[in-house]
């Protein structure tokens, strides 16, 4: 009966290869993890392995932020699937060793997760988180305006990105609104005139490079537009109610 069952679990099940990034890991039992992997073939799926514990060498695999080349038994409209076969995408050079960095990668795939409900397949979205992540591994790339690049980013993908209709008559970023107005509304939820017009001059930016280029503003200026972005998604992702870990952003904001 237990092969029957193992036979009919192979003949439901599709064997798909597919890229991945680990969004989270959690552990099951005394030798098996559930981990919540973003791919690029299934869109965001959790599996299971087992056979996992603090002395095998697999177990570093799952850390958040890898990037993984997967083999999987994947069965339509199941929550969980399995993992035959899994290795390194990429092997990082310093995103996991240098704190600042950790934190940067940390706030991207936690604000990813709070962000993307269900399974929609969205490969152009992957390669671009993907791209960020091999920024923030860049030891020869500052992260300082990643976060933002990020943050702004995502809108677009997730198809909610501000307005481009800033002016000099039209000065302040209204985040309910989505959009530049010409004078301050009644309600506080706005971008100051400087923020707004930093705001602008990067909505025009397509990769972080040019972000580096394009501004000079300070930290004071990046945590007000970073907090400000925070804000613009709680108004425009009903499920969106911010983030779990504030000191992992602290510590960003603090570079």
């Not at 099940?13 to 981990?35: D, F, N, P, Q």
Request: charged content about 20%; aromatic content about 10%; some cysteine.
């Amino acid at each position: 009966m237990f092969l029957n069952a193992i036979a009919y679990f192979w003949a439901m099940s599709t064997l798909v290869h597919t890229e991945g990034i680990v969004i989270r890991t959690l552990k099951y039992g005394e030798s098996s993890i559930i981990a919540h992997i973003l791919t690029r073939q299934l869109g965001l799926q959790s599996f299971i392995m087992g056979g996992v514990t603090s002395g095998n060498s697999k177990i570093g695999m799952f850390q958040v932020m890898n990037q993984l080349d997967l083999t999987v038994y994947h069965q339509e409209h199941k929550t969980m699937h399995r993992i035959k076969e899994v290795r390194y995408a990429k092997i990082y050079q310093s995103l996991p060793f240098e704190m600042h960095r950790t934190a940067v990668g940390v706030y991207m795939l936690e604000l990813l997760r709070k962000c993307i409900q269900g399974h929609e397949i969205d490969s152009p979205l992957y390669d671009w988180i993907k791209t960020c992540l091999d920024y923030s591994d860049s030891p020869d790339l500052s992260v300082t305006w990643i976060p933002i690049y990020f943050t702004l980013g995502l809108t677009h993908h997730l198809g909610f990105q501000p307005l481009d209709n800033h002016s000099i008559d039209q000065p302040y970023f209204d985040l309910r609104e989505g959009r530049f107005v010409a004078q301050l509304p009644f309600h506080r939820d706005i971008l100051d005139r400087e923020c707004s017009s930093l705001l602008a001059s990067l909505i025009h930016c397509a990769e972080i490079q040019q972000v580096i280029q394009t501004s000079t503003a300070g930290k004071k200026e990046r945590k007000s537009l970073l907090n400000g972005l925070l804000d613009y998604y709680r108004f425009h992702l009903d499920h969106f109610i911010g983030l779990d870990s504030p000191h992992i952003l602290e510590e960003i904001l603090a570079a």
